[in-house]
């Protein structure tokens, strides 16, 4: 069964760090880059952050470049994001997906619930 379940959101002053997971399970995770997104509130879903299949490659968002980091452990499933320096900007619903979103559920493309981070202003 597919199953993409994002974790490890709250509440983060400004200029602090969180980590956020995704466990992954029900398709070959080792086998697909990897990718996290965002989504704030009344705007549309955006590209943060992907590893490649092999873990050697990433690219960021320029907004979190230098500050994110997405690492991915192929011998447990999980994705990683480790966010540092936290900005308000940064407030969005976190999503992880197999870059090629070729996950389908009962015909949809399939998303996880996501998993909320708040950087008050």
């Known amino acids: 069964q597919v199953q993409l379940v994002e974790s490890g959101g709250g509440l983060v002053q400004p200029g602090g760090s969180l980590r956020l997971t995704c466990a992954t399970s029900g398709f070959s995770f080792s086998a697909y880059a990897m990718t996290w997104y965002r989504q704030a509130p009344g705007k549309e879903r955006e590209w943060v952050a992907t590893v490649a299949s092999a873990g050697g490659t990433t690219a960021y968002a320029d907004s979190v470049q230098g500050r994110f980091f997405i690492v991915r452990d192929d011998a447990k499933n999980p994705l990683y994001l480790q966010m540092t320096g936290l900005v308000p900007e940064y407030t969005a619903a976190y999503y992880c997906?197999?870059?090629?979103?070729?996950?389908?559920?009962?015909?949809?493309?399939?998303w996880g619930q996501g998993t909320q981070v708040t950087v008050p202003s």
């Open positions: 997906n197999p870059s090629s979103r070729t996950l389908y559920v009962n015909g949809r493309s399939y």
